[in-house]
């Protein structure tokens, strides 16, 4: 079946730091790759996505490259900000995993950027 | 804007009892679907709907029951609840062929007693 893992957390970091948080995944098709942030209190929210190998997902000064290679979707970031504390999930659509509709997440990277 | 709207946000069951989390949007999506949330397990897939009528099973189904009978509307019903189920609770939806962009409500904590 289809997995997601995540580094371990919480990853603390100064503000302006550079953010790396890894995610490598496991798929039996050609898998859409998707990072979402979760804010204190509140639900997920889609940060950026990438559809193919070698595609660039970016947002709010957030990047990440779909290497199908390496089977990975790092998340980096090169000036964090204290407003940045959150958590972050990588996730997994697999079109041959029932037509996409379940979405796979890992386990979440708790970040804490202190100022 | 309201977009996703979920309730209640607390509720505290004691083992045995059944209760029912709602789940509304506004954005006409077709998928809505339910997840929870558990410490470093990241979210897990309940159930999930592409349609008014139409309801199927996600990873862990099993203790809870759906129905979508409107577009709008997709509540989650815990018949006999368990400590197991207490979590957070998350209902979101996309548009159909929008694969993987979905939008969250706010969720809802559930304990289990």
């Known amino acids: 079946g289809n997995s997601v893992t995540q580094m371990e957390g919480p990853v603390t970091l100064s503000e302006e730091a550079f953010l790396t948080i890894n995610c490598t995944y496991t798929a039996t098709g050609y898998p859409s790759l998707f990072w979402y942030v979760q804010y204190p209190g509140e639900g997920l929210q889609l940060l950026l996505k990438a559809t193919k190998a070698d595609d660039k997902g970016s947002n709010k000064g957030f990047e990440a490259t779909y290497r199908k290679e390496t089977t990975s979707f790092h998340l980096e970031k090169g000036s964090v900000q204290v407003s940045d504390s959150a958590v972050y999930f990588c996730a997994l659509s697999d079109p041959l995993d029932n037509a996409g509709n379940m979405l796979t997440f890992g386990g979440g990277t708790r970040l804490m950027v202190k100022p | 804007n309201a977009g996703v709207t979920q309730t209640p946000k607390f509720q505290v069951l004691k083992t045995g009892q059944s209760m029912t989390l709602q789940c509304a949007q506004d954005m006409n999506h077709e998928y809505m679907s339910w997840y929870r949330q558990d410490p470093g397990m990241g979210l897990r897939l309940i159930h999930y709907?592409?349609?008014?009528?139409?309801?199927d099973q996600g990873e862990v189904p099993n203790g809870y029951n759906v129905s979508r009978s409107t577009t709008e509307d997709f509540p989650l019903r815990l018949l006999l609840a368990a400590p197991s189920q207490t979590s957070v609770y998350f209902c979101?939806?996309?548009?159909?062929?929008?694969?993987?962009?979905?939008?969250f409500g706010e969720g809802s904590r559930l304990t289990v007693l």
């Open positions: 979101a939806s996309r548009r159909q062929g929008y694969t993987g962009e979905l939008f």
């Open positions: 709907s592409v349609g008014a009528g139409i309801t």
